[in-house]
T-cell receptor, first 114, second 113 residues
Framework: DAGITQSPRYKITETGRQVTLMCHQTWSHSYMFWYRQDLGHGLRLIYY???????DKGEVPDGYVVSRSKTENFPLTLESATRSQTSVYFCASRLAGPSYNEQFFGPGTRLTVL | KQEVTQIPAALSVPEGENLVLNCSFT??????LQWFRQDPGKGLTSLLL?????REQTSGRLNASLDKSSGRSTLYIAASQPGDSATYLCAVSPIQGAQKLVFGQGTRLTINP
């Protein structure tokens, strides 16, 4: 199916474990983003990527690693999960150019760190 | 630093009413503003995108306006229906760092049958 998908949709893990959240889009959008959504903080940008092999930090990057070897995939890795990383994670994508900054979001991954 | 505020945090109205949701931002240097809808446990659905040069955008029963100089946007929903119940988020794309979106915390809307 066309669009933007995330996997897994739900994940429970333990403190200290490595976790990778996957994001895949079929639109060939240049830009991809990872956000986390928490009560009281709203949506905050973790990392973004302007193209394959180009990534940059957002507002809350600590504890996260990203890579983008292919345009369509943008995985987010928590190298050593902490309880404070319990959140709902959203991936988004858009075309290049600020005039096209209509972002499209995936369904989210609900992550619980015990 | 750009900040986006949405007031009220929650709103409950009877079915059939017209209503307005508010969004304000602190820095008028933006490329555009986007309104989203989020249903419980779901992702965000883009509703309307207004470029900085535009004053309003319409889609069906939705009309969004933008007053960049005063740092305000409104989302007008006509003839509200129970299916409109959701959280509505606005987000701006600042000229400084245009690839990012800065979000408000949303207005949770409930339409009562």
């Amino acid at each position: 199916d066309a669009g933007i998908t995330q996997s897994p949709r739900y994940k429970i893990t333990e403190t200290g474990r490595q976790v990778t959240l996957m994001c895949h889009q079929t639109w060939s959008h240049s830009y991809m983003f990872w956000y986390r959504q928490d009560l009281g903080h709203g949506l905050r940008l973790i990392y973004y990527s302007a193209a394959a092999d180009i990534t940059d930090k957002g507002e809350v990057p600590d504890g996260y690693v990203v890579s983008r070897s292919k345009t369509e995939n943008f995985p987010l890795t928590l190298e050593s999960a902490t309880r404070s990383q319990t959140s709902v994670y959203f991936c988004a994508s858009r075309l290049a150019g600020p005039s096209y900054n209509e972002q499209f979001f995936g369904p989210g991954t609900r992550l619980t760190v015990l | 630093k750009q900040e986006v505020t949405q007031i009220p945090a929650a709103l409950s109205v009877p079915e059939g009413e017209n209503l307005v949701l508010n969004c304000s931002f602190t820095d008028s240097a933006i490329y555009n503003l986007q309104w989203f809808r989020q249903d419980p446990g779901k992702g965000l659905t883009s509703l309307l995108l207004i470029q900085s040069s535009q004053r309003e955008q319409t889609s069906g029963r939705l009309n969004a306006s933008l007053d960049k100089s005063s740092g305000r946007s409104t989302l007008y929903i006509a003839a509200s229906q129970p299916g409109d119940s959701a959280t509505y988020l606005c987000a701006v794309s600042p000229i400084q760092g245009a690839q990012k979106l800065v979000f408000g915390q949303g207005t949770r809307l409930t339409i009562n049958p």
